[in-house]
């Protein structure tokens, strides 16, 4: 337990499990609505964010917060009113986000090609008590609301049109689903990285999703998943030296691929249960519908 002595692992572990738990809560919503590339456009957007933290000499995790927020409601007002060159535009606005991030950091007297590595891929000891900070209060903001609507916020997963029908205020729900994508890439980019951190919220889903069909289920387990992973991603990278942000995310693939091959046998296990349950009821059930008798006139 050596590695719970130093004061930036005590950081990086707090904020790791913060992720861990922020982002399969987002993931499992935008995996539902077939949205699961997100996350990774939103992390270029931030970069620029990032970018213009170091320029103006303030915190990186605000400054990314406030424009990767901007650039998740551009996405969702492109995804809602584009038609044809609704995919340009997105493309754009990745690829501007990234250039930007990278030409303001080296602008930047304060930047470095080592600030840029730490914030694409992650970095142990670079979290500050001021990115903690940050993090828990952006963490708490997320759990919130997943948790707090996960009613409404899965029923426009699931069917726009009907949740419309049901008189959800779909277009708002449609808005806060992109801005908390967009608070949980900036929570997560210090441990994972933002070219990584969209593997984070969709592996764990994926993973859980082999064993649970219920959404609460899924829920519970891609977080339970996404903590597992980032905390032992985490300490791996201290006694090993590695990146922590490619750690955990092979960490996540390895527990989806595990829990494929035990899904498999259960799901033909399950199978054979229901052809044998059918079967055992094709021949015990009696008709309910009576058939007229031979001497009865049928009108």
């Known amino acids: ?102 030409l303001l950091i080296n602008l930047s007297p304060t930047g470095s090609n080592a600030n840029l590595t730490s914030y694409l891929f992650g970095s142990l000891s670079t979290v500050s008590t001021e990115d903690v900070t940050a993090i828990s209060i952006l963490a708490a903001f997320v759990v919130l609301v997943t948790v707090g609507l996960r009613r409404q916020l899965f029923a426009i997963s699931q069917d726009e049109e009907f949740a419309r029908v049901t008189g959800l205020p779909v277009r708002a729900l449609n808005l806060l689903i992109a801005v908390t994508a967009a608070v949980t890439v900036t929570v997560a980019m210090r441990v994972v990285g933002l070219l990584l951190v969209s593997a984070l919220m969709v592996v764990p889903v994926a993973a859980a999703q082999q064993l649970s069909k219920s959404f609460r289920a899924t829920f519970v387990l891609a977080v339970a998943t996404g903590v597992t992973v ?23 693939i390895g527990i989806f691929v595990v829990l494929t091959l035990l899904a498999a046998p259960l799901a033909r296990r399950r199978a054979r249960a229901a052809e044998q349950a059918a079967a055992d009821c094709d021949a015990r059930c009696v008709p309910t519908t009576r058939q007229p008798k031979d001497d009865v006139k049928v009108l």
């Not at 004061?7 to 992720?19: D, G, P």
């Not at 919503?29 to 931030?46: E, K, P, S, T």
């Not at 300490?235 to 750690?247: I, L, N």
């Open 1 to 102: 337990m050596d590695f719970l002595e130093p004061a930036f692992m005590q950081r990086a572990l707090l904020a790791a499990v913060l992720v861990g738990i922020t982002a399969p809560a987002v993931g499992i919503y935008l995996v539902q609505r077939r949205q699961a590339l997100m996350g990774d456009g939103i992390g270029h957007v931030a970069m620029t964010g990032v970018g213009l933290g170091f320029l103006l000499n303030s915190n990186p995790v605000w400054m990314a917060t406030l424009v990767a927020v901007a650039g998740s409601v551009a996405m969702e007002l492109i995804r809602a009113y584009g038609k044809t060159r609704g995919d340009l535009a997105l493309a754009l606005l990745f690829y501007g986000g990234m250039a930007g991030g990278v």
């Open 230 to 252: 980032t905390l032992a991603g985490t300490v791996t990278s201290y006694y090993q030296d590695v990146p922590p942000g490619a750690t955990i995310v092979l960490y996540a």
